[in-house]
């Protein structure tokens, strides 16, 4: 039973989809452009957009092992949260600034290493936000509302992905300083998404989480796996996310170099994606309530494992529009299910170490599929390479299947013994 009353829970709802609205705008000008900015303003190499996509991940690890032991011992998470999320949206005004101080080669590194060092303390941010969002709502509220708030923070960020494109199309393809106003904005407003964070209503009477330091010691950090439910979805998820992740420097280098996307292109196949998002997270929301967060997650990872192969189809961008378009309703099916059943199989007095040891585990692999899915362009070619991406997917989708089927199997036999 919740600790908040109905008026306290309802308010944390509307200040949290507020407060998420305020900060899909700089996460969707910075992660949506920023390997343009790289590409086609710094002349990154393919190197450094791979590691656009792996050092965040690292930074991430790191943060998370060091989060989880300090989110333990502080009082209020709400306060931890809104602390580190300012600090992390610093950095959307530092990389604007970079370029004032430096130039050359050296300016695309240097943007490549903000960007890693910026997720130190935006993983502080996710940890304890993701912690502190499953106290705040109840179980029976969170597949709707996270439906909602998904809903509106996508369309947000749709908008904070189109009108940035349409002005960047305006300016010749190595201009630097559109970038830096589009980033500098981005921290003007996620300056009232730490706002609206600082306004909901926390209680400190729960006991902390203790077991959060435990993270520190190897042998104790695999006894998280000793709790089945977790560890069956944790090994999918590790399949599914090599899957996924090996692919993104990929994108990026097609959509950009091979087909010669622009601002607006590139805007234009993000909105796509998120306008399927839109439709269709109220739609994943109820078939995860009526079917099971598994066999949901394992539809949407078949969705998602298609994708690459659908991508190197062509290099016409209006397909490309099109294909962003279909997989955008997996998108949004991953994005909704996977947090929705991290949160199902932790345990409530120790979520916080789980979804830490969770983030820890994912953000490893963060870090090594990128580089690997740029090892595997220099070794094959980009056909290959997405068409393995999707082979991983797939492997991912059996294991979820395997999951949903072994459960209902032991349901099945539980039901005739007590029978």
Known sequence: MSVYSDDEIVLNEKLSIKNGNYALVGISIVSNFAALFAIDALHSTSEEVAMLNALPALMSIIATWAGAVWLAKVPSKKMFCVRATFVARMFYLLIAMLPF??????????VVLAIAVMNFPASFSALSWQSLIGDLIPENRRADFFGRRNRATTFVGMLSTLVPGLVLQRFPVSSIAPYQ???SLGFFFSLLEVYYLFRHKERMDKRPDMAAPALFHPRQFVTFLHRAPYRMFLIGSIIFNLGWQMAWPLYSIYQIQDASATA?????????????QIITFKFWGRLSERYGNTMMLAIACLGMAIAPVLTILSKNLPYLIFTNLATGTFVAGITLLQFNHLLEVSPESQRTSYIAHFNIVIGLVGFVAPQVGVLLLHIFHMGLSMTLSSVVRAGGTVFFLYMFFHARRAKLQDSVITS
């Open 181 to 183: 106003v589009f980033f």
């Open 264 to 276: 607006l292109w590139v805007s234009s196949f993000t909105v796509a994606n998120q306008i399927s």
């Open 101 to 110: 101080v430096v130039h050359g080669p050296a300016l695309a590194l240097l």
